[in-house]
């Protein structure tokens, strides 16, 4: 828990009461969960704005974790889609709580019942980072056969956007460092760019599609890379936070323009995450575990922007 913003080591190890729940609400005992950017950003209130969705003195929320896979402990008396018992996944950004041995969450939140051929460890970093690629996904319209490139194809989001894209047939040039190409050929990159040698935005192929997963780049330079029509979408505000500005103003033009969608959740996501989790066509890329009682190196690790697809917390022993 935390009880004001700051660096990692703000966040404790503290006793709480166990969450009630009501007549529609699911007590989960939580085995696994991440630490992943919404956590750092929530914990740190960082950019300053946050602080009007968190508190804006002290946080709301003491108890952060959005991403869970767990076990139902307990269901109110309404509740008619899960059982004691009920292995479950999910995605509870706003109330939070996933760091914790218990969270409560609505039956009809984002939540499921867990795919069949993975641990805990493997379904709780399914939804948080897939859920943004998911959006820009969606919000593009993108289809079989269209061209699409991937910046920073190694993190949550990107490892999951190459996969996501793959399972819709799209053609996927995918940008990582040297260390990593591999990698992202083996998640379902047709190309894969090494930007450790190369200036992606130098390629001369053109995309229907750059997808900026890090945020790291800005529409002017990669305005190039776009046939016409084409978009681009980045999972950061860009630089000077002119992305939702752009997405307001160059649809207006015609031509090329950014989208700055604004994701959501809910069942329907989650349950689309397991139907893909199930058949193979999507693994959360996972780069290290932590146990619940180092938390704040957990959190130290994701802030070194190094980490490679997801950060996992085993609050639980694996089973």
Do not use: W
Request: proline share 6%; with cysteine.
């Amino acid at each position: 828990m935390h009880t004001k913003y700051g660096p990692p080591e703000v966040v404790r190890i503290a006793e709480m009461e166990k969450p009630t729940i009501g007549d529609n609400e699911v007590l989960v005992k939580v085995h696994a969960t991440t630490v992943n950017r919404t956590d750092c950003a929530c914990r740190a209130a960082k950019p300053f704005f946050m602080r009007f969705f968190t508190g804006l003195s002290r946080p709301r929320a003491t108890v952060l974790g959005n991403e869970f896979a767990g076990v139902v402990e307990a269901v109110g008396s309404g509740v008619t889609a899960y059982a004691v018992g009920d292995k479950v996944f999910g995605y509870n950004e706003g109330p939070f709580g996933a760091h914790a041995e218990y969270m409560s969450i609505p039956e009809n939140g984002s939540l499921a019942n867990m795919p069949a051929n993975v641990t805990y460890e493997q379904a709780a970093p399914s939804t948080e980072g897939a859920h943004y690629a998911l959006a820009h996904i969606k919000a593009a319209r993108i289809r079989d056969g269209q061209d699409v490139l991937v910046y920073g194809a190694t993190g949550a989001i990107g490892s999951a956007a190459v996969q996501l894209l793959k399972s819709l047939g799209a053609n996927v040039t995918a940008v990582c460092d040297t260390k990593n190409v591999e990698l992202v050929r083996h998640l379902g990159a047709e190309r894969v760019i090494d930007y450790t040698t190369e200036d992606f935005t130098k390629d001369e192929q053109t995309y229907d599609v750059v997808l900026d997963a890090v945020g790291k780049s800005s529409f002017s330079r990669c305005k190039p890379l776009l046939k016409p029509g084409g978009i681009y979408i980045s999972s950061e505000l860009g630089p000077h936070a002119q992305n939702p500005l752009l997405a307001l103003i160059t649809p207006l033009h015609g031509g090329k323009k950014v989208m700055f969608p604004i994701p959501k959740h809910d069942q329907k996501m989650v349950g689309y995450f397991k139907e893909l989790i199930e058949s193979g066509q999507f693994k959360p890329v996972i780069d290290r575990t932590y146990p619940l009682d180092q938390i704040v190196e957990a959190y130290r690790y994701v802030e070194t922007g190094q980490k490679i697809g997801n950060v996992v917390v085993s609050v639980e022993p694996p089973y």
